[in-house]
């Protein structure tokens, strides 16, 4: 972001979330799970861009931008109707997203989206809405916009609404990878089977990536067998990143299909992204840092 965009608040980035650990705790009467989940972020993501206008309206480029919808189904016009509403604004904004994550992947994508588009038209409405609503209507578009809103590693539970500051992460990177295969979210929820996990958040400050790896191997991510079953290839994502020389950790973020894998060192990060990309063209791979604060 240019300064002058950060000092006009029109331009937000949209980092990716990762569940760093899923655990699926019980399920609520309405059919929604209950989660414990560490939820941290990468840096690479969306882009929104919000500039005055008299009406709402969206614009999208961007490598997974063709197809999306612009009208009121999107996530971002929706984020910015609510907005509107909620703090009773007149004014309207041309909102333009520009599209890098590959959508229905389990790192956030749309959420994040949302959540840049509300923080943007904060901005551009000089608005302050009060948390508590803020938070509820990020929450109705969706379990994940709060945690992207907030924007710092927390234990997220509920489902999607409880959050806690983690504490901080250490330095660490990661390499992103989606064999661009859409997957059903509910779909994953309904073929999780057997018992729910207890919570299992903790306090300890992990000292580097090889502490927070260990951390995490005690943990689990519940929805990646069932992924597995719904998508198959999730497993050959694993196995790509388990297979290179200094991923310490390979796991499924959310419902997937996105799997990441966590590298201490950033040149192995890269490395390991290239000979992935490399040997499967038809994958999106990204190394990025592993970051504890999202917010621009
Ligand atoms: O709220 P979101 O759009 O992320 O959820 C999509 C779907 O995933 C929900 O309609 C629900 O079927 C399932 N889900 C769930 N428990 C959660 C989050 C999502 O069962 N905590």
């Known amino acids: 972001m240019t300064d002058q965009g950060k000092k006009a608040g029109l331009t937000y980035r949209a980092r990716a979330k990762i569940n760093l650990y899923l655990h699926v705790t019980g399920k609520r009467d309405d059919g929604y799970h209950l989660l414990d989940s560490l939820m941290a972020f990468a840096d690479v993501g969306d882009q929104i861009t919000a500039l005055p206008a008299k009406g709402l309206s969206m614009t999208i480029d961007g490598p997974y931008g063709e197809g999306l919808p612009t009208g009121p189904e999107n996530l971002v016009m929706k984020a910015a109707l609510g907005l509107q509403k909620l703090c009773q604004v007149s004014d309207g904004a041309k909102i333009h997203l520009t599209k890098n994550l590959p959508p229905a992947s389990g790192i956030g994508g749309g959420s994040?989206?949302?959540?840049?588009?509300?923080?943007?038209?904060?901005?551009?409405?000089?608005?302050?809405?009060?948390?508590?609503?803020?938070?509820?209507?990020?929450?109705?578009?969706?379990?994940?916009?709060?945690?992207?809103?907030?924007?710092?590693?927390?234990?997220?539970?509920?489902?999607?609404?409880?959050?806690?500051?983690?504490?901080?992460?250490?330095?660490?990177?990661?390499?992103?990878?989606?064999?661009?295969?859409?997957?059903?979210?509910p779909a994953v929820f309904k073929a999780r089977t057997g018992a729910?996990?207890?919570?299992?958040?903790?306090?300890?400050?992990?000292?580097?990536?090889?502490?927070?790896?260990?951390?995490?191997?005690?943990?689990?991510n519940d929805l990646m067998a069932p992924a597995i079953k719904v998508a198959p290839v999730v497993q050959d994502c694993l196995d790509a990143l388990?297979?290179?020389?200094?991923?310490?950790?390979?796991?499924?973020?959310?419902?997937?299909?996105?799997?990441?894998?966590?590298?201490?060192?950033?040149?192995?990060?890269?490395?390991?992204a290239a000979r992935i990309a490399e040997a499967r063209p038809g994958w999106w791979v990204s190394p990025a840092a592993l970051l504890g604060d999202a917010r621009d």
């Not at 904060?122 to 992207?148: K, Q």
């Open 112 to 185: 994040a989206d949302a959540a840049a588009t509300l923080r943007a038209l904060m901005a551009l409405w000089a608005i302050t809405p009060e948390e508590t609503a803020l938070y509820e209507l990020a929450l109705s578009l969706g379990a994940d916009v709060p945690i992207c809103l907030k924007g710092r590693a927390s234990f997220v539970a509920g489902i999607g609404e409880d959050i806690t500051l983690a504490p901080p992460l250490p330095e660490g990177w990661l390499v992103l990878i989606n064999p661009n295969v859409e997957v059903s979210t």
């Open 196 to 220: 729910f996990t207890p919570a299992n958040q903790f306090n300890e400050q992990a000292p580097d990536a090889v502490g927070l790896a260990c951390l995490l191997a005690d943990r689990h």
């Open 242 to 272: 388990r297979a290179e020389q200094g991923c310490k950790l390979a796991r499924m973020s959310g419902s997937g299909a996105t799997c990441f894998g966590l590298f201490a060192a950033k040149t192995e990060a890269e490395q390991a």
